[in-house]
């Protein structure tokens, strides 16, 4: 056979092969253009935020425009130890009958003293008088007598007079304490602090059968959510009509919300040291009847961790699970976070469910 007249038959097939590959390398750009495209649509439809639910906890993704519009802070928790927290009622109390009893303390003591003079210069008169009588007789019997008569009017109004004041000083250490009382006798620059509206007086009760003891300094959560420290005075002898049990009094520096009369609550640490963490106030949110927080477990992914409220403490809450040292919690803007998330809810914002 004639070699040049195979040689079409070989350039044919040489150009259909060529097409062949031709084609098959357009079919894969095409597919490689149709991914990216479906990616680029993918990531325009899932938007600067989603949420979605991952092994059961809320989880929130954002970008970085997103969080700075949010405004999100974010600070690290460390390991702490703490004491069991007790919350107990307290009042603030009046001072008026303290200054009552101040002002009539002070005017029997003036007029005792006056009692006293006058008893000196009558038993003063009496001894020159008797002596006098005993030498020469040059004073009449009378006049000695009417001496001795007013000597012993003197001493009976020194003797009525120091049995008031002891007498008004039980009173008040049955209404006070002993503590309170010797402010009170003493005129003691503690009572005259209260006096000046610069502290105040708080009675603090422990129910009956408490198994621990008053401690020295309490916090007290003052209405509107502050806080102040108060010291302990003494045992307190009233008791509170709210709450059978044994009441101690407390002292702590005057504030606008402390009016005698108002309800407080004061928190005490109580049995032995635990180890955990503080989760900030600033970091909690409530939903659903229950507290969370928000954990920063990527940089651009938030998730939702429920916060135990069972140990209050000044600064949040104390927790022994549920967190760990070193982890990252939103602790400006967790409201705004929690808000972005209902919205995504609302809109149907991508929300999926991975086990």
Not at 118 to 124: K, L, S
Not at 202 to 209: A, I, K, N, R
Not at 281 to 293: I, L, M, P, Q
Request: aromatic fraction near 6%; hydrophobic fraction near 40%.
């Amino acid at each position: 056979m004639n070699l040049n007249s195979r040689l079409p038959n070989i350039g044919s097939i040489g150009i259909f092969i060529v097409t062949l590959l031709t084609l098959t390398f357009l079919a894969a750009c095409q597919d490689r253009f149709d991914k990216d495209d479906a990616d680029r649509q993918a990531q325009a439809k899932k938007g600067p935020a989603q949420v979605s639910v991952e092994n059961g906890q809320t989880v929130l993704t954002l970008d970085a425009p997103t969080q700075n519009r949010l405004g999100l802070e974010v600070a690290t928790l460390t390991a702490t130890v703490t004491r069991a927290q007790v919350t107990l009622p307290a009042a603030v109390l009046s001072v008026q009958d303290l200054a009552t009893f101040r002002n009539g303390y002070v005017a029997m003591q003036a007029q005792l003293q006056k009692s006293r003079v006058e008893a000196h210069v009558a038993r003063r008169e009496y001894t020159r008088l008797k002596s006098l009588f005993e030498q020469n007789e040059n004073i009449s019997e009378k006049s000695l007598q009417s001496a001795e008569g007013t000597l012993q009017a003197n001493e009976a109004d020194v003797h009525a007079g120091e049995q008031q004041l002891n007498l008004q000083e039980s009173v008040l250490r049955q209404e006070w304490g002993s503590v309170v009382a010797k402010w009170a006798v003493e005129s003691s620059a503690e009572l005259q602090r209260v006096f000046d509206q610069r502290e105040v007086l708080v009675q603090m009760t422990m129910p009956s059968g408490a198994t621990f003891g008053a401690p020295k300094t309490i916090s007290l959560e003052i209405p509107g959510g502050t806080r102040t420290e108060a010291n302990l005075v003494s045992a307190f002898p009233r008791v509170d009509p709210r709450i059978q049990g044994t009441s101690f009094l407390y002292i702590a520096p005057a504030h606008l919300g402390l009016t005698p009369g108002v309800n407080l609550l004061g928190h005490l640490s109580v049995g032995s040291q635990m180890k955990g963490l503080i989760v900030p106030t600033s970091a909690v949110v409530w939903s659903e009847g229950k507290a969370w927080a928000y954990q920063q477990t990527a940089s651009d992914r938030f998730s939702r961790r429920a916060v135990s409220t069972d140990a209050p403490v000044e600064k949040g809450f104390f927790v022994t699970e549920g967190f760990s040292a070193g982890d990252r919690v939103v602790t400006q803007g967790a409201q705004a976070l929690l808000s972005e998330e209902l919205l995504l809810h609302g809109q149907g914002g991508g929300e999926t469910d991975v086990d």
